[in-house]
């Protein structure tokens, strides 16, 4: 089993700039791909940045490509997610989701097992 927990969220003018981080606990961590999603009000949750267990592979999606950065840290059980140059329209419930160990990374929210709670970012035009 594997928890995660968002923080970084919160509200930040538009062209700046939040890092989001998700904290896991269990063992698997390390060998699970981890997806980033996040959905805006009125709207149905969407794929935003993927990564490999091992770092290797990195999935964005079009809209943040160039502006978000996913990273992870296996040693502290930690990912990330670095936003920047941030929109009005990035304005969503972000979450992290992991995938279940020694699977690969995909853009699809229904491929990943375990998820956080989210975490607002709001971005203010």
């Known amino acids: 089993q594997v928890q995660l927990v968002e923080s970084g969220g919160g509200l930040v003018q538009a062209g700046g700039s939040l890092r989001l981080s998700c904290a896991a606990s269990g063992r698997t961590f390390r060998l699970s791909a981890v997806g980033w999603f996040r959905q805006a009000p009125g709207k149905e949750r969407e794929f935003v940045a993927a990564i490999s267990w091992s770092g290797a592979t990195i999935y964005y999606a079009d809209s943040v490509k160039g502006r978000f950065t996913i990273t992870r840290d296996n040693a502290k059980n930690q990912g990330y997610l670095q936003m920047n140059s941030l929109k009005p329209e990035d304005t969503a419930v972000y979450y992290c989701?992991?995938?279940?160990?020694?699977?690969?990374?995909?853009?699809?929210?229904?491929?990943?097992?375990?998820w956080g709670q989210g975490t607002q970012v709001t971005v203010s035009s």
């Open positions: 989701a992991a995938r279940t160990p020694f699977t690969a990374a995909t853009t699809r929210q229904y491929d990943y097992d375990y």
